[in-house]
């Protein structure tokens, strides 16, 4: 992480209590950590030396995670990112999609009949392509193993001012359309042509998958193997954050 980067979420780090035993802790070098484990898919048993015990940096992810500190540091560079792009900082519309994954190690699975995977869904949520040039940013990301219906309120309850999305044909269902109504969206589904043979790139939708491109470069994100699914949706805030503040800090 460079002084740039790290200089845009040093006011969201935790402050220091003014009781008790004095903080060593570099939050930097927590951060650095998480980025590398992320980035690079080893154990935690793995990660080098000068990072400190390993014990230490998992306790702290389980500590910031709750204060839901990676999901703020991508939203906030979200955020600035529109603003300086003279936009709303909040998006008015979006592109949801899902990807089925294995989770070999999960607490709770699902089975894919379709793709023939047991495991989890990651349901991701973007800022369409109107909204912003920087396309792919994460508006909302919830891992379930069955429920679609259930990303619509978690995209409800941070962006309250989306009104506008895009999906594939399989969120076309009436339970969850009945959902989106309930929460005042708006879903229009882009469906393949039934003429067009081999590849053909879809409005709209192209934009999600490329988003999951991206996502599986981090080999930590390959497969889902995290046991909570807290824990493996702060691994994909940890990623798509990195990403958001490199180009935040460095235009």
């Known amino acids: 992480m460079t002084d740039e980067e790290w ?5 969201l780090m935790a402050p220091a209590h003014r009781r008790g035993r004095k903080q060593t802790t570099d939050f930097r070098e927590i951060i650095n950590a998480l980025r ?9 048993e793995m990660l080098p030396v000068h990072f400190g015990p390993w014990q230490t940096v998992y306790w702290w992810l389980r500590r910031l995670m709750r204060r839901f ?15 300086e792009a003279g936009r709303e900082a909040s998006p008015s519309g979006g592109v949801i999609d899902s990807q089925s994954i294995k989770a070999p190690h999960a607490e709770v699975r699902g089975y894919d009949a379709g793709k023939k995977i047991v495991g989890r869904k990651r349901h991701i949520a973007l800022i369409r392509m109107a909204d912003c ?7 909302r990301v919830f891992q379930t193993a069955q429920a679609r219906q259930m990303i619509l309120s978690a995209i409800r309850k941070r962006w309250p001012w989306v009104k506008h999305l895009f999906a594939d044909g399989a969120y076309d269902r009436l339970q969850l359309m009945d959902k989106a109504a309930f929460l005042d969206f708006t879903v229009e ?10 590849f053909e790139v879809l409005p709209r939708r192209w934009v999600v998958e490329r988003t999951f491109g991206w996502m599986i470069r981090r080999r930590r994100l390959v497969k889902d193997y995290e046991q909570r699914i807290d824990v493996a949706e702060a691994m994909i805030h940890i990623a798509m954050g990195s990403i958001m503040l490199r180009r935040n800090a460095h235009p």
Do not use: A
């Open 7 to 11: 200089g845009r979420i040093l006011p």
């Open 133 to 139: 040039f920087w396309s792919g940013s994460l508006l």
């Open 36 to 44: 590398y484990l992320v980035r690079s898919g080893c154990g935690w």
């Open 69 to 83: 500190l990676f999901q703020t540091i991508h939203d906030v560079c979200l955020m600035l990112d529109r603003e």
């Open 189 to 198: 589904i882009v469906r393949r042509s039934d003429t067009e043979k081999g």
